[in-house]
């Protein structure tokens, strides 16, 4: 059972542009969502999360919007640029424990 | 600081065998969780333990074992192998508290079954 959906699953963006990237959950105990970055034969790094108790949290470039009655999170990459390329993944867990339930992945490729 | 450490980075083994993984987590970090990763399934949850005992299990037939032990060095056993066990297999330590679940990944082993 995928508890996150996560979309699409790759995308291709100009130098400069916006990537935006989508998850959808089911189980309305998740309380905790990050968002990993993974380069090839590296492991997933933390890029930034969110609490459902706030809509919005940008750091940098990236910026996680939450809307809790539709159950969606997203990422943007402001300004992507070609160093951004890589497969970023959405996750859900409970903040008392570290069982995360990741999205499919979302292949990003930065055009210069 | 020095970050996860997972050992070997690679692995090839022969479908029957058996083969053991390690993780040194983040100094002060006291739970290690683990991942299969795969390009048909994606990143699933393996386990997860805290203070030596297993707290948390996935969705995974019984031949997928760890342990912990009392320096928070992990270790993944795998049964019995299969060729459908071909993965990175990654490891992740957090802190542990209400508020703030990071979880920091190793590079991952990388086993292939042959």
């Known amino acids: 059972q995928q508890q996150v959906k996560q979309s699409p699953q790759s995308l291709i963006v100009q130098k400069g542009g916006i990537s935006i990237i989508n998850c959808a959950y089911e189980n309305t105990a998740f309380d905790y969502f990050p968002w990993y970055q993974q380069f090839p034969g590296k492991g997933p790094a933390l890029l930034i999360a969110?609490?459902?108790?706030?809509s919005e949290k940008k750091e940098g470039r990236f910026t996680i919007s939450f809307n809790k009655s539709a159950k969606q999170f997203s990422l943007h990459i402001m300004d992507s640029q070609p160093g951004d390329s890589a497969t970023y993944f959405c996750a859900a867990t409970k903040a008392a424990g570290n069982k995360l339930t990741f999205g499919g992945g979302t292949r990003v490729l930065v055009k210069p | 600081k020095a970050g996860v450490t997972q050992t070997p980075r690679y692995l090839i083994k022969t479908r029957g065998q058996q083969v053991t993984l390690s993780c040194s987590p983040i100094s002060g970090h006291r739970s290690v969780s683990w991942y299969q990763q795969t390009p048909g399934q994606g990143l699933q949850f393996l386990f997860e333990y805290f203070s030596e005992t297993q707290r948390n299990k996935g969705n995974f037939p019984g031949r997928f074992s760890g342990r912990q032990f009392s320096n928070s060095r992990s270790e993944m056993n795998v049964s019995t192998l299969e060729l459908g066990d071909s993965a990175l297999y990654l490891c992740a330590s957090s802190l542990v508290r209400s508020e703030n679940t990071e979880a920091f990944f190793g590079q991952g082993t990388r086993l292939t079954v042959v």
């Open positions: 969110i609490r459902p108790d706030v």
